[in-house]
């Protein structure tokens, strides 16, 4: 429908809200091009974690960009640092693509500080029964060999909820998606 925001939008949008506000040791999970850190705050220690050995250019551009930031070349489901030394992590269209979530999660839990947050922006499976569900649960086995491993029938929602934070606020949104469907969206901070 013209008019709807889109999910870029609420992304673009996600980033320059919630992006500013962290402070200290930054942990980016699957960064990307690393677009996070043109949001964070100066000052920010920016750890961006990729699996892939190849990076794209524009990450290390970026990378290169910023005092103190480092490159993590793991995955989510082993995440490189010692337990509590992480004051936020950043997981932007991330935890669709991680083979293991909540695995990629209890690493999350491990290395953020008491208090530290876990800011989230994620595409989410739609409601059962749903012509958008029975499209993502057909569309999965491809869209996780050719788009990086997203898995766009993922319940992010409850895995971060049952990873054992203190507490998990969730905001849902809609996005248009294609062919007649909808695109669930989350955004939301969790608390260890
Ligand atoms: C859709 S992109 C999102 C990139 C960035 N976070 C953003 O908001 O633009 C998904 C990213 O997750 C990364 N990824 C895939 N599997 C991963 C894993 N197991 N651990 C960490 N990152 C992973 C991919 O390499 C890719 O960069």
Do not use: K, N
């Amino acid at each position: 429908m013209p008019g709807e925001v889109t999910t870029a939008e609420f992304r673009r949008c996600w980033r320059a809200s919630v992006l500013p506000a962290l402070r200290g040791v930054v942990l980016d999970l699957g960064a990307g091009s690393g677009i996070a850190a043109d949001h964070l705050a100066d000052g920010v220690e920016w750890l961006a974690l990729e699996p892939r050995a190849r990076v794209e250019p524009a990450l290390h551009a970026r990378l290169d960009r910023r005092r103190g930031a480092r490159l993590l070349t793991a995955p989510a489901e082993a995440v490189p640092l010692e337990a509590g030394t992480v004051d936020a992590v950043i997981a932007s269209t991330v935890l669709c693509s991680v083979r293991r979530p909540d695995r990629a999660l209890a690493e999350v839990r491990r290395v953020l500080r008491p208090g530290g947050v876990l800011v989230f922006f994620e595409h989410v499976a739609a409601e059962r029964g749903t012509w958008t569900s029975a499209l993502q649960a057909a569309y999965a086995p491809i869209s996780r060999l050719v788009d990086r491993g997203c898995d766009p029938h993922r319940d992010t929602e409850s895995s971060i909820r049952a990873a054992g934070f203190a507490t998990v606020e969730v905001r849902r949104m809609r996005a248009p998606g294609v062919l007649g469907t909808v695109e669930p969206l989350i955004e939301g901070v969790a608390v260890a």
